[in-house]
């Protein structure tokens, strides 16, 4: 008898990548939207340069505090930290007042290094009293203990200098496998305290990005980094960062948005949904 012919097997389409699909769509649709926003943006607030202000790990921490709470909040309850716990040797950084981090809604630190060794062993309750000023002591005292203990059993001490020499993404991809480090905190860390081109997104940038049409409106908060980060340049991330979060702050804002002063009003959906 002849051999039975198999139906050919009918392989399934990949799915496109959502992200480089976005990209491409804005390339052919409305090009030169991601330069002319930063460029628009770079005439009303400058070309921000960028400085080492914090070490990584104090760094870290403050990006823990500042969640859900305003900036200069989690300033106070992070000098809380340092006065309660002080560095051994009486360690003081630079007060930030006179260089704080550009694209930061504080006034700057005044302490500089804090016993993180002290904090991750401090009773729970004690650690949640010092940082109260910064608000959601209760949820964000065991998660800074439980973060701090995790880079201790990891690494032997507190210290996240090693990331510095490490590849951006392998950077990122070790400080999110720690338990209560999220994208956003973790891109934070590296690119204030190593420059590395990540583009961290808070509420603000996402809210003026949806906006302007730089990211699709449904797309999540986690979503946004990979939107925005395909647009970039290395070179023009930190710029980005700063300029937008600062665009949400002063003018984009969540309500009553300043619209007559925006420079990028005229490539803007929210203003005009068919502006180009």
Known sequence: MPATKRPPVKRKR????PVKAWHSRLRRYRPELMTDTLDALQKMYGRPTWQRVYDPTSEL??????????????????????????AQGGKRSVGARSGF??????????????????????????????????????????RIQAVLRKILEERGDFSLEFLGEMKPADALAWLTQI??????????????????PLMPVDRHIERVSKRIGLVPPKATPEQAHDYLQVQLDDERVHEAHVNLITHGRQTCHAQRPECNRCAIAARCRYLDPKAP
């Not at 300033?75 to 006065?83: G, I, M, N, S, V």
């Not at 999220?182 to 305290?193: D, E, I, W």
């Open 179 to 196: 338990p209560g480090i999220g994208r956003k905190t973790a891109s934070v860390v590296l690119l204030f305290s190593f420059g590395m």
């Open 14 to 17: 990949a799915k496109p990548d």
């Open 61 to 86: 921490v403050l990006t823990m505090l500042s969640a859900n709470s305003a900036d200069i909040n989690a300033e106070k309850a992070f000098d809380a930290l340092c006065r309660h716990w002080p």
């Open 101 to 142: 981090r550009a694209g930061w809604g504080g006034v700057g630190i005044e302490e500089g290094e804090a016993d993180w060794s002290a904090i991750a062993d401090a009773p729970l309750d004690e650690l949640i009293d010092v940082i109260r000023p910064g608000g959601l002591g209760p949820t964000k005292a065991p």
